[in-house]
């Protein structure tokens, strides 16, 4: 115990708090507290995703009958709003004991809206007045946290009659209570294999900077280890005094690092990308990896430390370090590459495209294994090419022969770097490839002339013809019916409006009443003839109507005209139909009106909301405004990744940082007697570069063939052609470089205080 209390009253300056004692405890702490920030929120994400699972069993609907109970009903419907997708469900009891879904004490009455967390905030935002206008009724309430699955799910109970949802016939569902079984957290293979590497990416530079920074200060430590021996410690004694000198730092990191997440609880909502949502509630760490968090950290530092003393002999009178620099083994860096190796080639064993599990846990463990071969690799191959270099400038030899005679510390904190470029050239390949195979799709331009489409029913259509047109500025009103029809066992689609319409489906080009137009499934196909049985879906039946002959003169539309990407289907006009009665099906008002396409859709919208669910307005461009979305999360989403290769980078650059002060401070006699002896502080600042310099472009080339090489499999399982994204690889090789430069010239200050004269005196 004496001897642990020695080492705690040395690790804060023996009662005298210095400035290095300070830096050195302060760098310690810091970077202990930055791996606690982060693996406390890692450790929450189980639990936060079973909070999740269980509230979205507790509120999903039983439909099995139970006796005494009066069933409530329900009606579902996904309207967009405002690029928002509302998930809207009607209910109306049918007694006094009807369930009540969780989160609500009663039931919303008919034309009113109890509204999700989320969908409140929305309204109350800028664009609630907007986003109002197409829910049905009015906001009387909010759904607590224990009613929604997600944080961010927009979603609503709209009260309804009993009569107009029973009118929907098998869509309405009878509700006995809520609450299914729990079946637990599952993630699929290609979810796993992609989260582990990029666990690996982000906490492996983290590890390494608690090592190095746990590491800070080791000569003026060896200095005083030695002065105990001198007054009567033995070595025993000597290492428990380490320990505990160690131990310091790591607590206080580690209570720093609890409060950050603390602190990042609170707003973690705000924060998060891609507009996700969590409710604080669930973003609570497992108390076991707590348990291990609280433990794995300190120990690491203080492991650290005690190992760093492995080759260090400490004697009363000095510290003496074993001269000769041991020779790495390579069997077991070789051994864990190869192991990653093989994993991704057993890949190769699976077809293109194959998403099977086995294909994704050895894409997984491989990917893994990989990263963590890399790091290990890269201190054996700065020894094994450092070892073959000889001459060139002062500056180049000073940094050789220090790299040749300690070149691990260096690559162990490169190689965090090494597996953050790794992974980014990984990640970022796979989102440029799969989002570039992206269809490219052509906008009709018919949706300029009716920018605004109302989804609704044969039933209710000319009810909503009726109220749209009676909107101000609505010029037009023009219905398109969808069809349905068969030829044999040949099935197919269509659409059938005025030309209006049509052209809001896609670039047919000149129109006039009669017509019929072919979607050409691929350049040089011809349309269809003879005679087809036209057909309606009625809650998912097909119905057979009336039989159709083919016009003559059908105009091909060429592939990739169409908005939708449905090549192969039909374009009717009403005088090519010569007066059949068509089926029952979904139809969509396209309504043309003046100004703005957005106001214009807002307006229509209050008009036809009582309709309900049986009216749904849209911006006629829909799909254009899914493919908008998309690239933005694509967009968002390679933000984030950059975002968090640069904080890593960061991490990596701040431990060279330490790691070129430590060297500095531990080398400043013989830097003290080289300035002394003539040799320019330029030729020092720039051997001091080339030490830093040589491991990191080394890092950077072996990161580029490991990225490559994780990326390849990934996209062939997923059948994309491989697209690297050259631009950000630059940039970020180009930061890295950046990094290097900003280390060397924050040690300058340090490096000419080092060589002056009164220094090598004091010495």
């Not at 003839?529 to 057909?535: D, E, I, P, S, T």
Request: hydrophobic share 50%.
């Amino acid at each position: 115990m004496r001897d642990l209390v020695l080492g705690l009253r040395l690790a804060v300056g023996g009662g005298r708090m210095s400035g290095a004692a300070l830096l050195r405890l302060a760098m310690t702490a810091f970077g202990i507290a930055l791996a606690v920030a982060v693996l406390l929120p890692a450790a929450a994400v189980h639990h936060l995703v079973g909070a999740q699972s269980e509230r979205a069993a507790a509120i999903k609907p039983v439909t099995e009958p139970r006796a005494g109970v009066a069933p409530l009903l329900t009606y579902d419907w996904l309207p967009v709003i405002s690029e928002h997708v509302v998930e809207i469900t009607a209910v109306a009891a049918t007694g006094p004991g009807s369930p009540v879904p969780p989160g609500v004490d009663r039931l919303p009455a008919p034309g009113e809206l109890l509204v999700s967390p989320e969908l409140a905030a929305k309204l109350a935002s800028a664009e609630g007045a907007a986003l109002a206008a197409y829910l049905p009724g009015r906001v009387v309430g909010e759904i607590s946290w224990q009613g929604v699955a997600d944080a961010g799910d927009l979603t609503a109970y709209y009260g309804a009659p009993a009569a107009q949802i029973e009118a929907e016939g098998d869509e309405a569902t009878r509700v006995y209570a809520f609450g299914g079984p729990y079946t637990g957290v599952g993630l699929s293979a290609a979810m796993v294999g992609f989260i582990l590497p990029i666990a690996a990416v982000l906490l492996l530079p983290l590890l390494i900077f608690v090592t190095t920074a746990s590491r800070m200060g080791a000569a003026q430590r060896e200095r005083r280890l030695a002065a105990l021996r001198l007054i009567g410690l033995d070595a025993r004694q000597v290492k428990r005094v380490a320990a505990a000198e160690s131990l310091v730092g790591a607590v206080i990191g580690l209570v720093a690092g609890i409060g950050f997440f603390a602190v990042l609880r609170t707003f973690v909502a705000d924060i998060l990308p891609f507009g996700l949502r969590i409710f604080p509630q669930d973003f609570v760490p497992s108390w076991p990896l707590v348990v291990v968090i609280v433990l794995l950290v300190p120990g690491l530092a203080v492991g650290s430390a005690l190992f760093g003393l492995r080759r260090t002999i400490v004697e009363p009178l000095g510290v003496v370090r074993q001269g000769k620099p041991v020779r790495r083994r390579m069997w077991w860096r070789w051994a864990i590459t190869a192991i990653g190796v093989l994993f991704l080639a057993m890949t190769l064993a699976f077809d293109r495209g194959d998403g099977d599990t086995a294909a994704g846990l050895a894409l997984t463990v491989g990917s893994v294994f990989l990263l963590v071969g890399v790091a290990a690799l890269l201190p054996w191959l700065v020894e094994r090419l450092v070892g073959r270099l000889h001459g060139g400038p002062p500056s180049w030899q000073l940094a050789i022969r220090r790299l040749q005679l300690d070149s691990g510390t260096a690559s162990r904190v490169v190689s965090g770097l090494v597996v953050v470029l790794a992974g980014t050239i990984l990640t970022q390949g796979v989102v440029t490839s799969l989002s570039a195979a992206d269809r490219h799709l052509t906008v009709p331009f018919g949706v300029t002339a009716a920018p605004v489409r109302v989804v609704t029913t044969a039933a209710h259509q000319a009810e909503a013809v009726q109220l749209a047109a009676a909107v101000p500025g609505v010029t037009g009103t023009h219905p398109a019916r969808n069809i349905a029809f068969r030829s044999g066992p040949e099935r197919g689609f269509g659409v059938f409006g005025d030309c209006v319409a049509l052209k809001a489906q896609a670039n047919i080009g000149d129109c006039a009443d009669g017509d019929v137009f072919y979607f050409a499934p691929a350049p040089g196909a011809t349309a269809p003839a003879g005679r087809v049985r036209l057909q309606s879906y009625v809650r998912g039946r097909a119905v057979d109507g009336p039989e159709w002959t083919l016009p003559a003169g059908i105009k091909v539309v060429p592939p990739g005209d169409t908005p939708s990407g449905d090549e192969g289907g039909l374009l009717v006009t009403p005088g090519a139909l010569g007066g059949l009665a068509l089926p029952n099906s979904t139809v969509s008002v396209y309504v043309s009106g003046t100004g703005d396409p957005q106001a214009l859709s807002d307006a229509v919208a209050r008009a036809v909301r009582p309709l309900a669910w049986n009216a749904t307005v849209a911006k006629s461009d829909y799909l254009g405004d899914y493919r908008a979305r998309d690239s933005q999360m694509v967009a968002s989403f390679r933000s984030v990744l950059i975002t968090a290769s640069l904080f890593v980078l960061a991490v990596a650059a701040m431990s060279l940082l330490m790691l070129s002060i430590e060297q500095i401070s531990e080398r400043r006699r013989p830097l003290a007697a080289l300035s002394a002896a003539g040799v320019p502080i330029g030729v020092l600042a720039r051997g001091a570069l080339w030490q830093t310099a040589i491991p990191v472009v080394i890092g950077v080339v072996l990161a580029v063939a490991a990225g490559l090489g994780l990326t390849a499999p990934i996209l062939r399982l997923a059948d994309r052609p491989m697209i690297i994204d050259v631009p950000v690889l630059l940039a970020l090789a180009v930061t890295t470089v950046a990094a290097v430069l900003l280390v060397t010239a924050l040690t300058m200050p340090l490096l000419r205080q080092v060589t002056r004269l009164d220094t090598l005196r004091s010495e």
